[in-house]
Nanobody, 115 residues
Framework: QVQLVESGGGLVQPGGSLRLSCAASGFTFNSYSMQWYRQVPGKEREFVAYIGISASGTYYKDSVKGRFTISRDNAKNTVSLQMNSLKPEDTAVYYC????????WGQGTQVTVSS
């Protein structure tokens, strides 16, 4: 059974940091690129960050470049998103997804940036 389980979300003040993690199981993790997306109610889900199979390439949404860092541990089947200098506009439900022969999605974790 394929599972992607996100954790690490919560409430943080502007300028603060959070680290999201996603634990994968049920598929060959090191054969899939991994991505983070986010979604605000009433809006489409949007791309945030990408990391290649061997972590050889990373890409980011322009508005998070320099603040967010995606990483993966193929030995532990996990992908993380370190989020620094958070802004209120980063508030959303964050989803991890696996992309390869198939596409898998987690259930999301809420991130709220507010004072």
């Amino acid at each position: 059974q394929v599972q992607l389980v996100e954790s690490g979300g919560g409430l943080v003040q502007p300028g603060g940091s959070l680290r999201l993690s996603c634990a994968a199981s049920g598929f060959t993790f090191n054969s899939y690129s991994m991505q983070w997306y986010r979604q605000v109610p009433g809006k489409e889900r949007e791309f945030v960050a990408y990391i290649g199979i061997s972590a050889s390439g990373t890409y980011y949404k322009d508005s998070v470049k320099g603040r967010f860092t995606i990483s993966r541990d193929n030995a532990k089947n996990t992908v993380s998103l370190q989020m620094n200098s958070l802004k209120p506009e980063d508030t959303a439900v964050y989803y991890c997804s696996a992309h390869g022969r198939y596409t898998y999605w987690g259930q999301g974790t809420q991130v709220t940036v507010s004072s």
